[in-house]
């Protein structure tokens, strides 16, 4: 009976000495947790202020502001974002360029105590693309279409006028490319090439397949495509240019297509 009686007494002891242990061991790892999560509320390493340069007024306010809800939040509930040391910069950048599809870039270049200073760069206005008179938006020097625009009549800028089969204004609101790159900077590049032969293209008509009609400012119009390069295409064009004014009827033109490389067609006005 003794012996069952000192046994007994013996496993409680080990529970309790484990028990304390575990208390032990979770008091341990409390306390370096709680200094842990302290450190990022330490004052000296709190946001303060944030600076931002580069953009326009009405921006910049937004822009701040959504800054500063942001420094209120929290990650995972406990890490304040107004720490310089866990300030989201690469998720806020991805967020805000989304949500100012008119903001090109944007740079979180210097950290100082209490203080985010950002550099940010707005689209270019362009150039104007449309859908139809009333659903137009702005475009940058890349091609980007972004902003809701009113539609500018006369020549202030450039038009593109988008006639694809499959075009739609759904979601420009984000900003979206809608030539790839490559096809805008060439389509581009012919029309620097042109104002140098004193052409001044106002209208640019998008259609399908590849094909742009381009309307001069003096009424005729010039037919191109993605499959020719800006400089043989422009090149064509000179020597399409020269015969007709060789032949009286550069003041008479309707058209010039040139979509076949060599090949060159045209349409002279019987009026």
């Given at each position: 009976m003794i012996k069952k009686d000192a046994l007994a007494s013996s496993k409680k002891?080990?529970?309790?000495?484990?028990v304390f242990r575990l208390a032990f061991y979770f008091f341990i790892v409390f306390c370096i947790?709680?200094?842990?999560?302290?450190?990022?509320y330490i004052p000296e390493f709190k946001i303060k202020?944030?600076?931002?340069?580069?953009?326009?007024?009405?921006?910049?306010?937004?822009?701040?502001?959504?800054?500063?809800?942001?420094?209120?939040?929290?990650?995972?509930?406990?890490?304040?974002?107004?720490?310089?040391?866990?300030?989201?910069?690469?998720?806020?950048?991805?967020?805000?360029?989304?949500?100012?599809?008119?903001?090109?870039?944007?740079?979180?270049?210097?950290?100082?105590?209490?203080?985010?200073?950002i550099t940010a760069e707005e689209r270019d206005l362009f150039a104007v693309w449309c859908f139809k008179e009333e659903d137009c938006f702005f475009l940058d020097k890349e091609g980007f279409v972004f902003k809701k625009s009113p539609f500018f009549y006369g020549s202030l800028f450039l038009k593109f006028f988008d006639e694809r089969s499959a075009s739609s204004s759904g979601d420009?609101?984000?900003?979206?490319?809608?030539?790839?790159?490559?096809?805008?900077?060439?389509?581009?590049?012919?029309?620097?090439?042109?104002?140098?032969?004193?052409?001044?293209?106002?209208?640019?008509?998008?259609?399908?397949?590849?094909?742009?009609?381009?309307?001069?400012?003096?009424?005729?119009?010039?037919?191109i495509n993605n499959d020719n390069g800006a400089w043989e295409t422009f090149q064509n064009l000179k020597i399409m240019m020269d015969s007709l004014v060789k032949e009286n009827h550069i003041d008479?033109?309707?058209?010039?297509?040139?979509?076949?490389?060599?090949?060159?067609?045209?349409?002279?006005?019987?009026?």
């Open positions: 002891i080990r529970r309790k000495k484990t947790g709680a200094l842990f999560v302290g450190f990022f202020e944030i600076e931002i340069k580069g953009v326009s007024e009405p921006n910049k306010e937004k822009l701040k502001g959504d800054f500063l809800k942001v420094l209120q939040e929290k990650y995972l509930g406990l890490f304040p974002y107004n720490n310089i040391f866990i300030f989201p910069e690469k998720k806020l950048k991805a967020e805000m360029l989304e949500i100012y599809p008119d903001i090109k870039s944007m740079d979180f270049k210097n950290f100082f105590p209490e203080k985010i200073l420009i609101a984000k900003g979206r490319q809608l030539l790839s790159k490559n096809d805008f900077k060439n389509l581009i590049s012919f029309n620097e090439f042109v104002v140098l032969e004193g052409i001044t293209i106002i209208k640019i008509f998008v259609k399908d397949d590849g094909v742009y009609d381009l309307e001069t400012n003096s009424g005729w119009h010039i037919i008479k033109i309707d058209y010039i297509d040139l979509r076949f490389g060599n090949k060159i067609f045209y349409k002279i006005s019987n009026e």
